[in-house]
């Protein structure tokens, strides 16, 4: 049975570095590509980036000069840091997997992980 | 960035009556289009894949159409559980994008 489950500190303060832990059991993490998603109010959701079991990565431009993503196989788990957050960060963000050769579509979400962004 | 416009932004829908949900694309995406179902505190549900591919588990009762910008998402016959915000993605281009929601109610 696939899990994933994001952990995180549920309150950063502003400046800081957001840092999340995606763990994936049920599935081997280089069997399949995975992204991260956020969802707000207001917004909606929001795709942050890709990591694939290769170590590339890809993502969103807004983003890009404050995100890493990255994958460890050896412990099944999946990380996420964003630099220099603001209110604007604040969000429910979930770790997403998705199908090899597929039509990027993401299949299987987390819970997701509440972040609010305050002082 | 392709943009992704949804259309409505919010339904009230009774028990059993067939909703359609429209998402247009600022540029053709051929049939790299997704639905998503959220729900508040759960995690988001993969309904259609590729334009128009159930998502295993998905009920038939979903269904998706449409290549290249305009797409739409059918439910036919509306069920308790069917009332929840619905998202359609984008995963043509990098970055993935995706539409603003529409949001299913009760009448």
């Known amino acids: 049975q696939v899990q994933l489950q994001e952990s995180g500190p549920g309150l950063v303060k502003p400046s800081e570095t957001l840092s999340l832990i995606c763990s994936v059991s049920?599935?081997?993490?280089?069997?399949?590509?995975w992204s991260w998603m956020r969802q707000t109010p207001g917004k909606g959701l929001e795709w942050i980036g890709n990591?694939?079991?290769?170590?590339?990565?890809e993502y969103n431009p807004s983003l890009k000069t404050r995100v890493i993503l990255s994958a460890d196989t050896s412990n099944s788990r999946l990380s996420l840091n964003l630099t220099s957050v603001t209110a604007a960060d604040t969000a429910v963000y979930h770790c997403?997997?998705?199908?090899?050769?597929?039509?990027?579509?993401?299949?299987?979400w987390g819970q997701g992980a509440q972040v609010t962004v305050s002082s | 960035d392709i943009q992704m416009t949804q259309s409505p932004s919010s339904l009230s829908a009774s028990l059993g009556d067939r909703v359609i949900i429209s998402c247009r694309a600022s540029q053709s995406i051929n049939i790299f289009l997704n639905w998503y179902q959220v729900k508040p505190g759960k995690a988001p549900q993969l309904l259609i894949y590729a334009a128009s591919t159930l998502h295993s588990g998905v009920p038939p009762r979903f269904s998706g159409s449409g290549s290249g910008t305009e797409f739409t998402l059918t439910i036919t016959g509306l069920q308790s559980e069917d009332f929840a915000t619905y998202y359609c993605q984008q995963s043509h281009t990098i970055p993935r994008t995706f539409g603003r929601g529409t949001m299913v109610d009760i009448k």
């Open positions: 990591v694939y079991h290769s170590g590339r990565t």
């Open positions: 997403v997997r998705q199908p090899t050769g597929s039509y990027g579509q993401g299949d299987f």
């Open positions: 049920g599935v081997s993490i280089s069997a399949y590509y």
